[in-house]
């Protein structure tokens, strides 16, 4: 479980030495070709760098042991930074969007940078796009909402960058330089959409959410290869981090003895880990089979599954 915080800290620092190349590289070439959009994308590049940072602090952080302060460690941390990337993501649009509309209604046209800066924009382009590539690839690999989160703040430079040069073939084949602008628009929505959907996502993960019903299914699943496991039910899944808790109730034959019922836990824990990516800690409460319950107001059993 130790190596994913790892994997992350490695992936920040590709984050942190890719951007500052970039920048650095936007920046001088904006001031060599006197472009001040250029340099104004070599100086969102630098802002990039604060994101990186801020993953690679996080992951520093993730990577402490449990305490008795921190029972469950540090995981957490992880949906915390991602709610403060997308902030960062939301500012970043909204500053877009009110940069455009007043540039739109002002009448203003983005100046026009030389061939030089068309080329730095275009590596820019594809470097952008290799690290928002790698952060995503280790996201999924990881689990890690943060991880993802940069890649898609990554994938927003990306579009900026691609309108620009959008706005260069509309200006200079079409003659038609308003369209620039209404693209610009255009990204500066999609930058928020982005922004908004990741700020719920991490308000579902502190709110101890669940919106994948598969996950249950490969519970159940699971419980039912081991023989002398019955009725689950009150199963709940929740995220610490990119880790799964789960907790919930089984039934067993109440004739047997305690260790017997402790055998078959273990098999079940051990199912569970084999269908489930990503489990922190499992949580098993025996009942005697046939007990009368109460109305369950608490987890998810098969008869209250989701259908597909």
Known sequence: MDHHPKIIVKASWVGVIGNALLSLLKIVIGI?????????????????????????????????????????????????ATKALAFVILFAGAQLAISTIRNFLAGIERDLPGMLAIYVTIVSIIGKFLLARHQLS???????????????????????????LAGLVFTFLLEMPVLDSVTALFVSIWILKVGFQIFMQTNRDLMDANTDPGLYKKVFNAIGRVKGAANPHRVRIRKIG???????????????????????????????????????????????????????????????????
């Open 32 to 80: 060599i070709s006197g472009s001040l959009a250029v340099i104004a994308d070599g100086i969102d590049s630098a802002s990039d760098i604060v994101t990186s940072l801020i993953t690679l602090f996080t992951a520093r952080i993730m990577m402490r042991p449990p305490n008795i302060r921190y029972p469950y460690g540090y995981m957490k941390a992880d949906t915390i």
């Open 138 to 164: 280790k996201g999924k690999q990881t689990n890690s909402e943060m991880l993802k989160a940069n890649a898609r703040n990554m994938q927003n430079d990306v579009l900026i960058s691609v309108s620009v």
């Open 242 to 308: 990119n880790y799964y808790m789960v907790a919930l109730d089984i039934e067993v034959d109440g004739n047997i003895t305690s260790r017997e019922a402790h055998e078959i836990c273990v098999e079940v824990e051990h199912q569970i880990r084999l269908d489930l990516d990503n489990v922190f800690d499992i949580m098993i409460h025996i009942e005697p089979e046939g007990f009368e319950h109460e109305e369950e107001v608490y987890g998810v059993s098969p008869k209250n599954l989701p259908r597909d």
